[in-house]
């Protein structure tokens, strides 16, 4: 099966950067679309950033467009997040998520592979 293993959040102050990764295991990396999503306690999950197959296509939602970049590394078999100017409204877990669509879904219901998350806290 697949499996996707997130490192790299912590706490930072706003202004601040991160970088997420995903490790993906299991299956052939390049044939897969990814994903990250973020849930805040209490709220639904969100979609954050795309990237397709060739990595030729991506998308961003709008509350982090020009601040957040989704790439990845098909020789390493992993995906990045990288998240600049961050603010405290950025706070929640983050998740990587696969499918073999290929295009970029939007719904955590497009994919079926999940990551367990990991946690991101923008102090002001």
């Known amino acids: 099966q697949v499996q996707l293993v997130e490192s790299g959040g912590g706490l930072v102050q706003a202004g601040g950067s991160l970088r997420l990764s995903c490790a993906f295991s299991g299956r052939t990396f390049s044939t897969y679309t990814l994903a990250w999503f973020r849930q805040a306690p209490g709220k639904e999950r969100e979609f954050v950033a795309g990237?397709?197959?060739?990595?030729?296509?991506?998308r961003h939602t709008d509350s982090v467009r020009g601040r957040f970049t989704i790439s990845r590394d098909n020789a390493q078999n992993t995906v990045y997040l990288q998240m600049n100017s961050l603010k405290p409204e950025d706070t929640a877990v983050y998740y990587c998520?696969?499918?073999?669509?290929?295009?970029?879904?939007?719904?955590?219901?497009?994919?079926?592979?999940w990551g367990q998350g990991t946690q991101v806290t923008v102090s002001s």
């Open positions: 998520a696969a499918r073999t669509g290929i295009s970029i879904g939007t719904t955590r219901y497009d994919y079926a592979n």
């Open positions: 990237i397709s197959w060739s990595a030729g296509r991506t």
